[in-house]
T-cell receptor, first 111, second 112 residues
Framework: EDQVTQSPEALRLQEGESSSLNCSYT??????LFWYRQDPGKGPEFLFT?????EEKEKERLKATLTKKESFLHITAPKPEDSATYLC????????????WGAGTKLIIKP | DGGITQSPKYLFRKEGQNVTLSCEQN?????MYWYRQDPGQGLRLIYY???????QKGDIAEGYSVSREKKESFPLTVTSAQKNPTAFYLC???????????FGEGSRLTVL
């Protein structure tokens, strides 16, 4: 069964304390992996798409990486405004282009 | 500005009532989606439409209905048959099959 698991469920960091969020997946074949940011009471906002193992993408303090079994979202020197829930979703080759979503990691950055 | 507009943002429903959530997009996207979000769970697909006048059931379609009469609009009706309708509902669209989803701001439905 295709599955996406995100860890940890929640992460509390001090401002400036770098860390990583994990998204592990099991699919028959990966078409793409997506990262989104979601603020409370809002819709998810697209961050990155990764298509193949070894690929990396960066945006400000965020960098996403991909292996054959998992993806990491690295946050460097985070600020309080980076506090949000980060969602990972996978599109499998045999999924009719539908996405399988993880439950998300709630990130809290304390000043 | 291009985007997706959902309304209402908050909605309260009495048991036994049907309610309709609106979703309008001006991105000229063919594909539109409805998801349900509950605390501690991933987004779950209710219905999706890849073209006007056509739609398919997602993983949790029971108790919901949709229509797609116009490219820009994809309303969702939560019927009285939905046993646990209190949730946050998200509408999304996509321009190409392997592209990213664009989401609306969501509608929070509470059953009293």
């Amino acid at each position: 069964e295709d599955q996406v698991t995100q860890s940890p469920e929640a992460l509390r960091l001090q401002e400036g304390e770098s860390s990583s969020l994990n998204c592990s997946y099991t699919v028959s074949g990966l078409r793409g992996l997506f990262w989104y940011r979601q603020d409370p009471g809002k819709g998810p906002e697209f961050l990155f798409t990764l298509y193949s193992a070894g690929e990396e993408k960066e945006k400000e303090r965020l960098k996403a990486t991909l292996t054959k079994k998992e993806s990491f979202l690295h946050i460097t020197a985070p600020k309080p405004e980076d506090s949000a829930t980060y969602l990972c979703a996978v599109q499998a080759v045999e999924s009719n282009y539908q996405l399988i979503w993880g439950a998300g990691t709630k990130l809290i950055i304390k000043p | 500005d291009g985007g997706i507009t959902q309304s209402p943002k908050y909605l309260f429903r009495k048991e036994g009532q049907n309610v309709t959530l609106s979703c309008e997009q001006n991105l000229n996207h063919d594909a539109m989606y409805w998801y349900r979000q509950d605390p501690g769970q991933g987004l779950r697909l209710i219905y999706y439409s890849q073209i006007v006048n056509d739609f398919q059931k997602g993983d949790i379609a029971e108790g919901y209905s949709v229509s797609r009469e116009k490219k820009e609009s994809f309303p969702l009706t939560v019927t009285s048959a939905q046993k646990n309708p209190t949730a946050f509902y998200l509408c999304a669209s996509r321009g190409r099959p392997t592209g990213e989803l664009f989401f609306g701001e969501g509608s929070r439905l509470t059953v009293l």
